[in-house]
């Protein structure tokens, strides 16, 4: 089964959200304050692309050559 945009963007966020999270409970470490922005940011664009059903990521992907699966089953 070849990936598709929906299985791709899911598992982009799931992972970028995986790894902010991490950095950001890691103990003894003062966390920048760009974790925490970048989480908030991931976090705005998850809720926009809900309405919108766009994402930042979809361009690069596009180019990438992954393929738009219009059906659901």
Same mark, same amino acid.
């Given at each position: 089964?070849?990936?598709?945009?929906?299985?791709?963007?899911?598992?982009?966020?799931?992972?970028? #959200?995986?790894?902010?999270?991490?950095?950001? @409970?890691?103990? +003894?470490?003062?966390?920048?304050?760009?974790?925490?922005?970048? #989480?908030?940011?991931?976090?705005?664009?998850? @809720?926009?692309? +809900?309405?919108?059903?766009?994402?930042?990521?979809?361009?690069?992907?596009?180019?990438?050559?992954?393929?738009?699966?219009?059906?659901?089953?």
């Amino acid at each position: 089964m070849a990936m598709t945009m929906d299985r791709v963007l899911r598992l982009t966020a799931g992972v970028v #959200l995986l790894v902010v999270t991490l950095v950001g @409970i890691i103990p +003894a470490q003062d966390v920048h304050w760009f974790w925490k922005a970048f #989480l908030i940011f991931m976090a705005i664009n998850q @809720i926009q692309s +809900a309405f919108t059903n766009w994402c930042p990521v979809m361009v690069v992907y596009r180019k990438l050559g992954i393929k738009e699966c219009n059906e659901y089953k």
